[in-house]
T-cell receptor, first 115, second 110 residues
Framework: GAVVSQHPSRVICKSGTSVKIECRSLDFQATTMFWYRQFPKKSLMLMATSNEGSKATYEQGVEKDKFLINHASLTLSTLTVTSAHPEDSSFYIC???????????FGPGTRLTVT | GIQVEQSPPDLILQEGANSTLRCNFSDSVNNLQWFHQNPWGQLINLFYIPSGTKQNGRLSATTVATERYSLLYISSSQTTDSGVYFCAPGRPDSNYQLIWGAGTKLIIKP
């Protein structure tokens, strides 16, 4: 149980284009979803927290107009990187928690390369 | 905000060895998870352990919340145990957010 999928696993895009990453909870309803960014050999950095049907709460320093988050249903959240630039290249990971529990379950991550 | 320190930062062991990873946090927390990030980047839940002791096979964890630390024990290490181990306590009064330590990178040699 508690499986989270993420798609795509790897994407290469040209500078100036937009990329959408999907995060799905497969066997539970995700009350809250989280988006993280991880730089090489570093820990996870929380970008934003989203509750189903509500606007995402972004961490300080994260541009909400650049990283658009939609949590339209209890099983799906999307992160769109708009007008991507090479410095947006990174490993993006989503997680989800369900019900009243604290535990977060993680997707396998998406490696974004902007050329 | 709460600070999380993990030690050691790096650990290299031979297959079959035992190890103890430590996580210190600077303030009271209401939950804590341990994760293993494998070489492909997938984070795997090991333990949800806000207090007490839990065991799962060769792994066990203990959190002493009053003294603000948690320990992860790995016994009879296998090469598949290699990766980065993260401790992540929950932010108090937050939307279930986690605070991340820098991790312990474990390499198990055959």
């Amino acid at each position: 149980g508690a499986v989270v999928s993420q798609h795509p696993s790897r994407v290469i895009c040209k500078s100036g284009t937009s990329v959408k990453i999907e995060c799905r909870s497969l066997d539970f309803q995700a009350t809250t979803m989280f988006w993280y960014r991880q730089f090489p050999k570093k820990s996870l950095m929380l970008m934003a927290t989203s509750n189903e049907g509500s606007k995402a709460t972004y961490e300080q320093g994260v541009e909400k107009d650049k990283f658009l988050i939609n949590h339209a249903s209890l099983t799906l959240s999307t992160l769109t990187v708009t007008s991507a630039h090479p410095e947006d290249s990174s490993f993006y990971i989503c997680s989800a928690r369900g019900g009243l529990g604290y535990e977060q379950y993680f997707g396998p991550g998406t490696r974004l390369t902007v050329t | 905000g709460i600070q999380v320190e993990q030690s050691p930062p790096d650990l290299i062991l031979q297959e079959g060895a035992n190890s103890t990873l430590r996580c210190n946090f600077s303030d009271s927390v209401n939950n804590l998870q341990w994760f293993h990030q494998n070489p492909w980047g997938q984070l795997i839940n090991l333990f949800y352990i806000p207090s007490g002791t839990k065991q799962n096979g060769r792994l066990s964890a203990t959190t002493v919340a009053t003294e603000r630390y948690s320990l992860l024990y790995i016994s009879s290490s296998q090469t598949t145990d290699s990766g980065v181990y993260f401790c992540a306590p929950g932010r108090p009064d937050s939307n279930y957010q986690l605070i991340w330590g820098a991790g312990t990178k474990l390499i198990i040699k055959p």
